[in-house]
């Protein structure tokens, strides 16, 4: 079992920066790839980023690529998100997720067996 948290939400103005942070319970954290998925009102949940357990592949959505990254710190058991340039369109829940299936479809929601409860990060115009 792996119970997750997330923190560091808020609210920003357009071009600022954030660092979200998910932290997890449990002795395994750092066999499980991690991924970060946002929800935006009246819209499905979405992909934002995923990481494979050591760290060493990355993962983007389009429209955050080259201002997200993600990381994490095993030894802490904890995966972060930092998002530059945040615009409106950030605007969601964000969530992030656990998959002890291995890494080969970490884009998909449907891949992840734990999730946080969300954070809100709200960008404004």
């Known amino acids: 079992q792996v119970q997750l948290v997330e923190s560091g939400g808020g609210l920003v103005q357009a071009g600022d920066s954030l660092r979200l942070s998910c932290a997890a319970s449990?002795?395994?954290?750092?066999?499980?790839?991690m991924g970060w998925f946002r929800q935006a009102p009246g819209k499905e949940r979405e992909f934002v980023a995923a990481i494979t357990w050591s760290g060493g592949s990355t993962w983007y959505a389009g429209s955050v690529k080259g201002r997200f990254t993600i990381s994490r710190d095993n030894a802490k058991n904890t995966v972060y998100l930092q998002m530059n340039s945040l615009k409106p369109e950030d605007t969601a829940v964000y969530y992030c997720?656990?998959?002890?299936?291995?890494?080969?479809?970490?884009?998909?929601?449907?891949?992840?067996?734990?999730w946080g409860q969300g954070t809100q990060v709200t960008v404004s115009s």
């Open positions: 997720a656990a998959t002890g299936r291995g890494r080969d479809y970490l884009t998909s929601e449907w891949y992840y067996d734990y």
């Open positions: 449990g002795r395994t954290f750092g066999t499980y790839p």
